[in-house]
């Protein structure tokens, strides 16, 4: 295609703030005319379209937020044209999973800056938002998607060389692997056929096993933590093995709390993972007299107080808890009585 006197798409960028971004470079912008190229064929028909939000803006990258005439909202990535060109073929190379793994790419387009050089957008479907939380605090069922589906970017030929959380967009439970212009070729195959999915429940894997021969996969399993190898992890940073007197990694994390209250003490380690391991064993001992996840959620506060009273008092030491968490004049009334014979009141 010549970029001269072909206008397949005009990209209206009027009603954006005035602040520097990639695409005010483009020649008559706001209304700017561009169009397919030859090497990938362009699944949209020629329109007009509405650009109307800035995803993201970066020294070298921009993200859009455009809709077309029929209301479909689209992705429009303008940087580099080589790293344009480079993403494009990749989503090229993994079109089976489009629209499953990665998301639907409808092509690139090319127009001109002021100076009359070339400058290119990716242009693809509206998918979720990135990924704020870290890996590791994931659900295993979220790891597991996720997982499966840089599983299916290795199957599709490819390493994606950026795998990181915020490469990968969530909509609802569902999620996509975004960002491919430093994509490598996956040599050799990736022969991995372990479903993440259907192993929710593993604590454990064998290495050496044939369903898990990759090095990367396996890498980001455990960098995710998908396997716990029998141990559970406490407020995200202490880990201490499975046991009957501790709830499930679901229950602690929707217990987690806050570990060293009084405002005397310099809480070392090994103090704050006795007095996290004593909190969770009252969770647990809680949930089994029958309170629920719900009733203790309402109490988390009034539990971490009490516990810590508890661990000060057994060393005689006075406790002067930290504003937000003393509870010397608004007691609550809980339903069971803190174990190891204290009592729930004050």
Not at 31 to 53: A, N, T, V, W
Request: one cysteine or more; a negative charge; hydrophobic letters at 35%.
């Amino acid at each position: 295609m010549s970029l001269t006197g072909f206008t397949g798409f005009t990209l209206q960028f009027r009603d954006l703030p005035a602040v520097r971004h990639v695409a005010r470079r483009l020649h008559n912008f706001p209304d700017c005319d561009m169009g397919p190229g030859r090497k990938y064929k362009f699944h949209l028909p020629r329109q007009r379209i509405r650009i109307s939000e800035i995803l993201y803006s970066g020294k070298r990258t921009t993200v859009y937020l455009g809709r077309c005439k029929n209301g479909t909202e689209v992705v429009l990535k303008f940087t580099d044209t080589e790293n344009i060109l480079a993403e494009a073929g990749a989503y090229d190379v993994m079109a089976d999973i489009q629209g499953t793994a990665v998301p639907y790419i409808y092509g690139v387009l090319h127009g001109k800056d002021r100076k009359g050089g070339k400058m290119s957008c990716l242009v693809m479907e509206r998918f979720g938002t990135p990924l704020e939380r870290e890996f590791c605090t994931l659900t295993k069922q979220d790891k597991a998607k996720i997982l499966d589906k840089l599983v299916a970017v290795h199957h599709a030929g490819l390493h994606h060389m950026d795998f990181a959380e915020r490469n990968v967009l969530v909509e609802g439970d569902d999620y996509r692997i975004i960002d491919f212009e430093s994509a490598e070729e996956h040599e050799p195959s990736c022969s991995w056929t372990y479903k993440f999915i259907d192993h929710v429940d593993d604590d454990d894997v064998d290495n050496e096993s044939a369903f898990v021969d990759c090095y990367v996969v396996k890498l980001w399993a455990e960098q995710m933590e998908f396997w716990d190898h029998g141990r559970i992890r406490l407020c995200r940073a202490i880990f201490a093995p499975k046991s009957d007197k501790l709830p499930s990694q679901s229950v602690v994390d929707a217990m987690e709390t806050f570990i060293g209250l009084n405002m005397k003490t310099v809480y070392y380690f090994e103090d704050t993972e006795k007095i996290t391991i004593r909190y969770f064993e009252e969770v647990q001992r809680r949930l089994k007299s029958g309170q629920s996840l719900e009733e203790l959620q309402e109490q988390r506060d009034w539990i971490t107080y009490l516990i810590h009273k508890q661990w000060h008092e057994e060393r005689n030491e006075e406790f002067e808890p930290i504003p937000s968490m003393d509870f010397k004049h608004r007691r609550p009334v809980p339903k069971a009585p803190v174990s190891s014979g204290s009592e729930d009141s004050l």
